[in-house]
């Protein structure tokens, strides 16, 4: 008699875990995110799922993702604070090309008041141009630093042909998203620091960022503030100094024609106007 019990407990208790399971599977599938230009054999569909749901991208449009057009300057700071949950800000602007009302407007600021952007020198952010390779990870390497996360890993960049286009403020930054496997080549030899990186990709990078660099930290102590509050301005986004600060900095360089190459983009998408949109 205790045995048929025991059976039939077994049994339940399988069966439930059966349908637990299923129901699970139901709730993830009804999550996913579905997009006319995104399809789910799609290399970058894990990713475009990943960042939509936690909110840190959204929609060009109310069917479509847009993940082989350009990604901004506006929308990449847009995504991070979005990630960092939208905190209120209290200083002003100091771009003025960024004007009030844009969506990317409390992004900015909140990233130039936390020194996880400095702009492209003389009172310039360039919210709408393309982010470049090299600019992106600057900006997720400082990010990583405001939150306190470890940022010691290094990896040699002497493989890649063209690592020394990178820009001197950008070195450190690439050397670490190489090592954490944020970024790497678009080849065995080529890194294409000065190129250009699409929704798709950058989908990918946030995700990467997130579920490796992100989990494996700890969360920032409370006093980091007051430090970085004492710890020298960073160095702006192409390579120049905040004005004011006595440095010229290194001249900014124009943007390498990209080639539709890995985490590169092809000139037309480049150029290619996201416009006003919320389109992050």
């Known amino acids: 008699m205790r045995m048929k019990t025991r059976k039939r407990i ?41 960042v ?18 350009k990604t901004t300057r506006g929308m990449v700071v847009t995504m991070l604070y979005r990630y960092e949950g939208l905190p209120l800000v209290s200083a002003q602007c100091p771009f003025q090309d960024v004007a009030a009302g844009k969506y990317y407007w409390n992004a900015v600021v909140w990233a130039a008041e ?9 009172n310039r952010f360039g919210p709408d141009e393309a982010v470049t390779r090299e600019q992106l ?26 690592s020394t286009d990178v820009g001197s403020y950008a070195v450190n930054a690439m050397k670490w998203a190489v090592a954490e496997g944020l970024l790497s080549g678009v080849s065995a030899t080529e890194l294409q620091p000065k190129g250009f990186a699409i929704r798709a990709q950058v989908a990918a990078i946030l995700m990467r960022f997130c579920e490796g660099v992100a989990a494996d930290n700890m969360p920032s102590k409370p006093d980091d503030s007051e430090q970085k509050k004492n710890d020298k301005p960073a160095d702006t986004d192409d390579g120049k100094v905040p004005a004011g600060n006595g440095d010229t900095g290194n001249t900014a ?12 983009l092809s000139v037309d998408k480049a150029n290619a106007s996201a416009g006003d949109k919320n389109v992050t």
Not at 16 to 37: E, I, K, M, Y
Not at 52 to 67: L, W
Not at 139 to 153: E, H, M, S, V
């Open 10 to 50: 077994i049994c339940l208790l399988i069966t439930l875990s059966v349908l637990l399971g299923l129901l699970g599977g139901a709730v993830s599938a009804a999550n996913r995110v579905q997009f006319s230009d995104v399809r789910s054999t799609d290399w970058f569909y894990e990713s475009v799922q990943y």
């Open 52 to 69: 939509c749901t936690h909110g840190i991208m959204n929609g060009s449009g109310a069917n479509s993702f847009a993940p082989q057009e």
């Open 114 to 122: 936390n020194q996880i952007v400095g702009g492209l020198g003389g």
């Open 137 to 162: 990870a600057a900006i997720l390497y400082r990010y990583a630093n405001y939150k306190g996360y470890d940022t010691q890993r290094s990896a040699g960049l002497a493989r890649f042909a063209d």
């Open 253 to 264: 360089e124009e943007p390498e024609q990209p080639t539709q190459n890995g985490f590169t």
